[in-house]
């Protein structure tokens, strides 16, 4: 066994493709998660696609609640925790700060409180290129200027910079904080997936709820950046990369203390339209699109260095655009409806 990870947020989307590379690496996992945005149901299908006898248990709690978290530390030999609950929706966010505020970074202190009580000293947290806001050139690399530019974004800042603070008090901790572009695709099993409430945020699982039929058509926003066809160009990266860059992380904790940033991309940017080109080939039809209005707040062009990771972790991300919309593909039109179909 390669020791034992507790993951909150583990019934989520990068979550559980994460639980299923570390049990297939041989750790043994439990997971905290109040299931406000995800489902119990993702945790018995990663322990289903597990190796056989590996070991993953879901404890449905609030980060918030501490003692259920020192209830949890206590009962299980956790020697890491990986980070990734919390609240991700940007416009949600500038209505209700609050409540981001209170989750992202109150469920945060709760939880590194935990952790400090309990004596685990190894720290994975999900943080986001959000941080770098407007980026000023691309590819963006670690040292770029930091500055979220809405409520959700600066709660990704804020959890870094307590980090920051605590590694610095502490040099026996050893923390990653993880920058992840844009997450796309699903496990090739299509047996787990993103499952978003409501009306889909994020522009890849939009597309892929329009060519499941579940929506008429693509919005797409804005066809007038200075970028090659007009539209904005992101780095989406394969949701099975992220999860076996967690695992790399560990690794590298675990072979010795220290505060590591890293940026989790694949370098190279892909338009709106070449996205929905790609999801279209994919699902085998073209799918209809009008363009619309700029989102406010959106910019031309985010796209990752991911130099550092690739020396600091060894890793790479291998998985192509089309990957990413042949496996988003292949969970979306197994669970039209997510995990309640
Ligand atoms: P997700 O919503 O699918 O997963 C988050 C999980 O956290 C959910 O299962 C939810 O129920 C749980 N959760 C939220 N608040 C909680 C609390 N107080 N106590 C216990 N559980 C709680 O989101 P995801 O896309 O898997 O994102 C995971 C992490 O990665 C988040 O922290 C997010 O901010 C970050 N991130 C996501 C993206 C993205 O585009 N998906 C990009 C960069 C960073
Ligand atoms: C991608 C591109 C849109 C939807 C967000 C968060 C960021 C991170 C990842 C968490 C943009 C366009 C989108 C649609 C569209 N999350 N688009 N029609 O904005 O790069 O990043 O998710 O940390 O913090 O801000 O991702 O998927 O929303 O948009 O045309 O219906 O698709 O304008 O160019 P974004 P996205």
Same mark, same amino acid.
């Given at each position: 066994?390669?020791? +034992?990870?507790?993951?909150?947020?583990?019934?989520?989307? #990068?979550?559980?493709?994460?639980?299923?590379?570390?049990?297939?690496?041989?750790?043994?996992?439990?997971?905290?998660?109040?299931?406000?945005?995800?489902?119990? @149901?993702?945790?018995?299908?990663?322990?289903?696609?597990?190796?056989?006898?590996?070991? #993953?248990?879901?404890?449905?709690?609030?980060?918030?609640?501490?003692?259920?978290?020192?209830?949890?530390?206590?009962?299980?030999?956790?020697?890491?925790? #990986?980070?990734?609950?919390?609240?991700?929706?940007?416009?949600?966010?500038?209505?209700?700060?609050?409540?981001?505020?209170?989750?992202?970074?109150?469920?945060?202190?709760?939880?590194?409180?935990?952790?400090?009580?309990?004596?685990?000293?190894?720290?994975?947290?999900?943080?986001?290129?959000?941080?770098?806001?407007?980026?000023?050139?691309?590819? /963006?690399?670690?040292?770029?200027?930091?500055?979220?530019?809405?409520?959700?974004?600066?709660?990704?800042?804020?959890?870094?910079?307590?980090?920051?603070?605590?590694?610095?008090?502490?040099?026996?901790?050893?923390?990653?904080?993880?920058?992840?572009?844009?997450?796309?695709?699903?496990?090739?099993?299509?047996?787990?997936?993103?499952?978003?409430?409501?009306?889909?945020?994020?522009?890849?699982?939009?597309?892929?709820?329009?060519?499941?039929?579940?929506?008429?058509?693509?919005?797409?926003?804005?066809?007038?950046?200075?970028?090659?066809?007009?539209?904005? /160009?992101?780095?989406?990266? +394969?949701?099975?990369?992220?999860? =076996?860059?967690?695992?790399?992380?560990?690794?590298?904790?675990?072979?010795?203390?220290?505060?590591?940033?890293?940026?989790?991309?694949?370098?190279?940017?892909?338009? /709106?339209? =070449?996205?929905?080109?790609?999801?279209?080939?994919?699902?085998?039809?073209?799918?209809?699109?009008?363009?619309?209005?700029?989102?406010?707040?959106? /910019?031309? =062009?985010?796209?990752?260095?991911?130099?550092?990771?690739?020396?600091?972790?060894?890793?790479?991300?291998?998985?192509?655009?089309? @990957?990413?919309?042949?496996? +988003?593909?292949?969970?979306? @039109?197994?669970?039209? @409806?997510?995990?309640?179909?």
């Amino acid at each position: 066994m390669a020791g +034992h990870v507790l993951v909150t947020g583990g019934a989520g989307y #990068i979550g559980s493709h994460t639980c299923l590379a570390l049990l297939e690496a041989g750790y043994r996992v439990t997971v905290v998660d109040n299931l406000s945005n995800s489902s119990a @149901e993702a945790v018995e299908r990663v322990a289903g696609l597990a190796p056989p006898g590996a070991a #993953i248990e879901l404890v449905v709690a609030d980060l918030l609640d501490e003692e259920a978290l020192a209830r949890v530390l206590a009962g299980a030999p956790v020697e890491a925790v #990986i980070h990734f609950a919390g609240l991700k929706a940007v416009g949600e966010s500038v209505t209700e700060p609050l409540l981001y505020w209170h989750n992202n970074v109150g469920g945060s202190l709760a939880l590194f409180r935990a952790m400090a009580g309990a004596g685990v000293h190894r720290l994975v947290f999900s943080s986001s290129a959000t941080v770098y806001g407007s980026p000023e050139a691309v590819p /963006v690399p670690e040292t770029a200027p930091l500055g979220p530019t809405n409520p959700y974004g600066r709660t990704k800042l804020a959890v870094e910079e307590i980090l920051r603070d605590l590694s610095a008090s502490d040099p026996g901790l050893g923390v990653a904080l993880l920058r992840y572009f844009n997450p796309a695709g699903a496990h090739p099993s299509g047996r787990i997936g993103e499952d978003p409430q409501g009306t889909p945020n994020n522009l890849t699982p939009f597309v892929m709820q329009v060519a499941v039929g579940r929506r008429p058509e693509i919005s797409v926003y804005g066809d007038d950046y200075p970028t090659p066809d007009g539209t904005g /160009v992101r780095d989406y990266v +394969h949701v099975m990369d992220l999860a =076996e860059g967690h695992v790399a992380a560990l690794r590298r904790l675990e072979a010795g203390p220290g505060c590591l940033t890293l940026n989790l991309g694949t370098g190279r940017g892909y338009s /709106v339209l =070449e996205v929905i080109a790609s999801a279209s080939r994919a699902c085998g039809r073209p799918l209809p699109y009008s363009v619309v209005g700029r989102r406010p707040g959106d /910019v031309a =062009e985010v796209v990752a260095d991911p130099g550092l990771a690739a020396e600091v972790l060894g890793w790479r991300a291998r998985r192509s655009l089309d @990957e990413m919309c042949a496996d +988003h593909w292949r969970w979306q @039109e197994a669970n039209p @409806e997510g995990y309640r179909g």
